[in-house]
């Protein structure tokens, strides 16, 4: 048999008297022996008045939590319709953690709790309810269960009846030792505030579900010991006043149930009367007349008289009703079956149900139809619209659209493109939109196609753009080695600093390029001293003539044809003996259409008078090549000419300076094609120096074509560190030369 006592804590250090209540409870042990044991703890969150009463809560919780097997959140409030807000949270003060918290989702009808799983994770528990959001006063027990097992559960009682629960949860997260941290906020001072008035909010830990009902006045049927025990400290708790109301109550039950009982069998005696009425109505004298007349069923329903009482059969109901046939009444197929896609979007109409339109930024076929087994077979269906696909202009053009569960949102420009949503996003042109810098001060900066940002050192300057060291014959290779790596190797030491050698080409691999090594092949021999004629072939030869050589003019193509092209490189004239052309082609066509830069060392008349006489000047020239007659004397001559021949050649551009290039000295090319406006500007280095630049030209004889290079009647050419980007993208100083082409034409 158990005892119950209730006492309230007096210890006026801590000051609990408002907030704790302990229940304690006595058996009878078989040795006469009194053990005592607390088997519940209560705490009133409203009543939490200041900081130190907290902290004594906060520790209670935190011990519960490791203790205690079940906690129990009760509450009592009123919410006005489609309102809700937080009941209850535990929160870190600091980073605002959610340890645990309970609230009211009223709109869709759900008890929502998330807390902190051991891994650190947030964890959400969607606890299914009845409309706790009508005006009425509401009881709601969060059971909170299993925190000495292995698995969490759930269990959400609403007014005294289980509503829902959720088992084999993740375990909850202790809290902090220093109870300090942690904040206990109510419907009252939560951030999203109850939009009601909260009666009352207890924190019940340990003790039974049937101990925490009788708290809140809900009997729940457990076991008898329980409700006795309940039931004791109830009466210790709430006084000698309503130990009688309760009494009184139980009296109350039992004379509600015995007219009930009364009423029941005057109901079965006034169907005898009735059946009796109607048996001697039947014995009458009158004519026999039809039980269906007029009809006794629900409206539609069909009537068919039989012999047995009472003389008809009612069919039976329309689909989408229940009852007997003659009284048919409206099944609420939304309420039973809840088949559209949320619970509010379904209209109960007259034998049926009609499903609302998908959310916004959902897409799915309408739904509607009769009966529960129809709407439980056949569900609203709605898939998220993806407007990045659907829409085209859901984000400004060249930007990220990113998608999201009923909606979208638009990020940043894509990569290569600066700007924002407000303004639009446009190409980036150049570098100076980026907030730093990534290059070596000898570097410029390089915008690819697809909008990545890359390093190129700068002419006269070698490797990997982020660290450049001086390159003195401009093959790409710096002169010394480089702190720096990458994967074209162009951070390693040149093994020939004053010749380009952009292959690094060494056959003895004695560190030292076959360019400028006396010895190449390293079986000590230089190389002046190898012959290489021999007359032993010739018996009867007498003796042996200087060698007599000529360098075939002509040029070398590669086999792509480019549109918009940025082409460079490195040319040297490694002799002392010649004095002719070299130089390089783009935009080539055929043998007769083609762009060409040449360079000549020195003024020099060519030697063949015929058809024509063709004077050579020294300086870098820019030609347009489209020839009448092809290869032959006619072209080879304009060629060689400097200026205008017609129907052969056109002269586009030449260095004003009239200086030649020099013996065993390296010089860089730039150019920039653009065939689609006829945009071409070729600049030329001398070590890091810029000594011509061609600055913007203007032609569309050739709309595109292949690249080379071009030799005309010069020996020992070395071209190296040939390099090519396609690039469609008009240079911002042809906008600045067409507007001054237009203000020349106006004036």
């Known amino acids: 048999m158990a005892v119950a006592l209730g006492f309230e804590d007096g210890l006026s250090k801590l000051n609990f008297k408002k907030t704790f209540r302990f229940f304690f409870f006595f058996w009878n042990a078989p040795l006469s022996l009194c053990v005592l044991s607390i088997l519940l703890l209560l705490i009133d969150v409203l009543s939490l008045e200041d900081v130190k009463q907290t902290v004594a809560a906060v520790e209670k919780i935190s011990l519960a939590l490791k203790t205690l097997s079940d906690v129990y959140v009760m509450s009592s409030f009123r919410l006005p319709p489609k309102l809700g807000g937080v009941l209850l949270g535990l929160y870190n003060k600091q980073d605002n953690k959610k340890y645990l918290e309970v609230a009211i989702m009223s709109k ?13 994770k947030l964890h959400t528990v969607n606890l299914q309810s009845p409309n706790l959001a009508d005006g009425r006063s509401q009881s709601v027990i969060l059971r909170v269960g299993g925190l000495r097992r292995e698995y969490l559960s759930l269990e959400l009682y609403v007014n005294c009846r289980l509503a829902d629960s959720a088992q084999r949860l993740p375990l909850l997260v202790s809290l902090p030792r220093d109870a300090e941290l942690v904040e206990i906020r109510n419907g009252h001072k939560a951030y999203t505030r109850m939009q009601g008035s909260v009666e009352y909010i207890k924190l019940a830990l340990g003790g039974t579900v049937a101990q925490a009902g009788a708290l809140t006045d809900c009997p729940f049927q457990g076991d008898a010991s329980s409700y006795n025990i ?8 709430l006084g000698d006043h309503t130990k009688a109301l309760i009494g009184q109550l139980i009296i109350f039950n039992q004379i509600l149930g015995e007219l009930r009982e009364d009423i029941r069998e005057q109901v079965k005696e006034m169907s005898l009367i009735r059946n009796a009425i109607l048996e001697c109505q039947m014995c009458g004298f009158h004519e026999p007349r039809s039980r269906c007349q007029p009809n006794p069923c629900f409206n539609g329903v069909g009537c068919m008289e039989t012999f047995d009482f009472p003389g008809y059969r009612c069919g039976p109901c329309p ?14 197929e939304c309420s039973e079956a809840q088949p559209c896609y949320t619970p509010g ?29 129809y709407a439980k077979s056949h569900r609203q269906e709605c898939s998220d619209i993806d407007e990045c696909l659907d829409l085209a202009n859901a984000c400004t053009p060249n930007s990220i659209c990113i998608n999201t569960i009923g909606s979208y949102r638009c990020g940043q420009c894509k990569v290569g493109y600066v700007g924002n949503q407000t303004a ?10 980026l907030s730093f810098n990534p290059c070596d001060t000898n570097a410029h900066c390089v915008i690819q196609r697809n909008g990545d940002v890359t390093c190129a050192c700068n002419v006269g300057w070698a490797g990997n753009g982020h660290t450049c060291g001086k390159d003195t014959d401009i093959d790409g290779y710096p002169d010394r080695s480089l702190p720096c790596m990458d994967n074209d190797k162009h951070c390693k030491q040149d093994n020939c600093i004053f010749t380009p050698n952009s292959g690094q080409e060494d056959a003895d691999n004695d560190g030292i390029g076959d360019q400028c090594d006396e010895d190449a092949d390293g079986d000590g021999i230089k190389n002046v001293e190898v012959c290489l004629w021999t007359i032993r072939a010739y018996s009867g ?6 060698l007599q050589t000529q360098t075939v003019n002509g040029f070398s193509t590669g086999y792509t044809a480019f549109n918009g ?20 082609i783009f935009g080539y066509q055929d043998s007769s259409s083609f762009y060409v830069v040449m360079w000549k060392q020195t003024e020099q008349t060519y030697w063949q008078s015929i058809p024509f006489r063709a004077m050579a000047e020294p300086g870098l020239q820019l030609k347009a090549v489209k020839s009448r007659t092809g290869p032959g004397e006619f072209l080879r001559n304009a060629l060689w000419h400097t200026g205008d021949t017609d129907g052969e050649v056109k002269l586009l551009w030449k260095d004003p300076r009239n200086v030649g290039w020099q013996d065993k000295t390296s010089y860089r090319w730039q150019l920039s094609h653009r065939p689609q406006v006829g945009y071409i500007r070729v600049k030329l280095y001398e070590g890091t120096e810029m000594v011509a630049d061609s600055n913007v030209v203007i032609d569309t004889s050739m709309r595109g074509g292949r690249l080379g290079v071009f030799c005309f009647s010069q020996e020992n050419i070395i071209w190296s560190n040939l390099r090519y980007r396609c690039n469609d993208t008009v240079p911002e100083d042809f906008s600045t030369h067409r507007k001054q082409v237009l203000m020349h034409i106006k004036v």
């Open 230 to 237: 309940v039931n004791g400290e109830v009466n210790s708790i």
């Open 319 to 332: 689909e989408g009703m229940i009852g007997n046939g003659t009284h048919c009444q409206d099944i609420d």
């Open 541 to 546: 030869a007498k003796r042996l003539v200087d």
């Open 345 to 373: 979007a379904c209209v109960n109409t007259a034998k049926g149900f009609t499903c609302e339109p998908c959310p916004p930024g959902f897409w799915g076929p309408p739904l509607s139809g009769f009966g529960v087994e």
């Open 424 to 433: 639009g996003c446009s190409p980036r042109k150049s570098c100076a939109t």
């Open 565 to 584: 092209v940025d082409f460079e490189g490195t040319f040297h004239v490694n002799t002392v003996t010649d004095d002719d052309y070299a130089g390089f």
């Open 108 to 120: 869709i009808n759900k008890v929502l709790v998330r807390y902190v799983r051991e891994d650190g």
